[in-house]
């Protein structure tokens, strides 16, 4: 088994050096280790997975792959970049555009040539259904459950999901999602015998030499500092810079550190430590954005699958299409909240046909018991709406009035305020039918909710092999970057589910193979 403590203090030489363990990093220390290079991955915390392991879904944005291809998919990849290039627009480079959607099915052949490595379709909307060759059911795989026995003692190094690492939840039998991927790359791993694993090591400086190439990595360990040498080049796949409160500031990244889905661990060391010796950078003020319902902890956590329910502002009024996809659900609360419109806490205002508990049933933090969030003052209940606005702060006169329009359009089935349900991802957790459920058993409920993120999505500029650039465009050499480390290829939309994580793998896997081609 490959050792997950760095040892002592001294020098070690490898081919690469991968610096973070998620997704990308794990598919990029996996990569090097089937091509034959020795290969030593560092982990800045105690546990494996960095945000990846968090995922629910563990999700792929892979256009036209083998496993979409097996369930009878007809996409192709020409429709795929169309799409992709509609709602990306020209604020990444084309190329690294183009890089991401043809690289996903390469890169699932490849990893489908180990039985240790598995995946799955789970139909997921492209979340611009009005955008050109969009796909109701999406482009998405995720990764095949594992039981957690497979794992053996790698299961203890494996960052629990975050019930486990919140509230104290027992771990689960089986592995699921995120936690499902990172388990198999790890497992895999530990057949490699040149592939070796330290957590506790956080990264602290690039080493370079005298023409300024990348020649390996300095980590701090419970024994001081200790330098590793990569003969073939480095990996930053860190995640991104969320979890620093400080470097949101100065980049302008709205919400707090708190309130992100990212590990703790995401500090932006990698960020740092690449812009200290040149790398550029972009789309530092962007992240992937959501809607966060606030738990008694006082964090707002990532939510979706809504059922019911409208978002009313500080002036008791619908502000947004409440079932669009979660991104921009929370960018467009990010825009009201700069305008003055909306202010933390806003509220989800629902009746009682599914009872106390909002009708949200994806929380990804997992629900505490009821009375702890109306001790917390989180969630509220009156048996006229009236009382609820005056509960929540908001004018009652309004939120009547607002309640009274919803109802009239959840009647039609059209939402001719913010188009509630017009667009495929709308309709996903409704049957495929309008959203609209009108808000009419009493008592009514509000609970509260913040802005949450699932990681930064700023960070290094690279090339379509994921090498970091510098300003002038030259090539920091010995210097590769993924996943939220990169300046995602993205820009500032979403395009679909598994964009994060797919971007991540992919990067951190074309980096590797660059270096082998060289």
């Known amino acids: 088994m490959a050792s997950n403590q760095s040892g002592q203090t001294g020098d070690d030489t490898y081919d690469v050096v991968v610096v973070g363990s998620g997704g990308g990093g794990c598919c990029a220390a996996y990569t090097a280790a089937r091509e034959g290079l020795s290969v030593l991955m560092i982990e800045a915390t105690d546990k494996f997975g960095g945000t990846t392991a968090y995922s629910g879904g563990g999700g792929m944005w892979f256009p036209c792959n083998a496993v979409l291809r097996r369930a009878g998919d007809d996409d192709t990849l020409e429709d795929a970049a169309e799409y992709y290039h509609a709602v990306v627009g020209d604020r990444t480079p084309r190329a690294l555009q183009d890089a991401y959607v043809t690289g996903g099915a390469p890169l699932v052949d490849y990893l489908e040539k180990d039985d240790r490595l598995a995946f799955e379709v789970l139909p997921w909307p492209d979340y611009f259904d009005k955008a050109p060759k969009a796909r109701p059911g999406g482009r998405h795989i995720i990764p095949s459950p594992l039981p957690a026995s497979e794992l053996g003692e790698r299961r203890a190094d494996l960052r629990p999901p975050l019930g486990t690492d919140r509230l104290g939840h027992p771990l689960p039998d089986d592995l699921v999602g995120g936690q499902a991927l990172i388990g198999r790359f790890l497992r895999a791993l530990d057949e490699y015998p040149h592939a070796s694993m330290w957590t506790n090591a956080p990264l602290e400086e690039l080493v370079t030499d005298e023409d300024g190439r990348v020649r390996g990595v300095v980590v701090a360990t419970e024994n001081g500092r200790r330098t590793v040498t990569a003969r073939a080049g480095v990996v930053l796949a860190a995640g991104g810079f969320e979890a620093d409160d400080e470097m949101r500031a100065q980049h302008g990244v709205p919400g707090t550190a708190r309130d992100t889905m990212g590990p703790w661990g995401n500090l932006g060391a990698a960020h740092r430590a690449a812009m200290a010796i040149g790398a550029d950078t972009d789309l530092m003020s962007e992240a992937w954005w959501s809607p966060g319902m606030t738990h008694p902890d006082g964090r707002s956590a990532f939510a979706l699958w809504f059922t019911g329910g409208i978002f009313v502002n500080d002036s008791g009024n619908r502000f947004v299409n409440e079932s669009a996809p979660y991104d921009r659900l929370g960018r467009d609360v990010i825009d009201r909240m700069a305008d003055g419109t909306v202010t933390l806490p806003y509220w989800m205002v629902y009746d009682h046909k599914e009872g106390d508990v909002p009708p949200v049933h994806a929380t990804n933090v997992p629900y505490s018991p009821t009375e702890e969030y109306v001790e917390a003052g989180l969630w509220r209940t009156a048996d006229t709406l ?21 109802n009239k359009l959840a009647e039609t089935g059209v939402d001719e305020d913010f188009g509630r349900g017009d667009e495929a991802y709308d309709r996903a957790f409704a049957g495929g039918k309008s959203p609209l459920v009108p808000i009419d058993t009493p008592p009514y409920h509000a609970a509260a909710f913040g802005i949450s993120d699932l ?64």
């Not at 908001?394 to 309640?403: D, G, K, W």
């Not at 050499?477 to 994580?501: H, Q």
């Open 455 to 518: 990681g930064t999505k700023g960070g290094l500029r690279t090339d379509t092999s994921g090498r970091v650039l510098k300003a002038d465009g030259s090539v920091v050499a010995g210097l590769f970057a993924a996943g939220n480390t990169m300046a995602a290829p993205s820009g500032t939309v979403y395009p679909g589910g598994g964009n994060p994580i797919g971007t991540s793998m992919l990067f951190g896997h074309l980096a590797v193979r660059a270096m082998t081609e060289r």
């Open 386 to 406: 009236e009382g609820l606005a005056e509960q929540i702060g908001v004018p009652a006169e309004a939120l009547v009035a607002t309640v009274e329009r919803y």
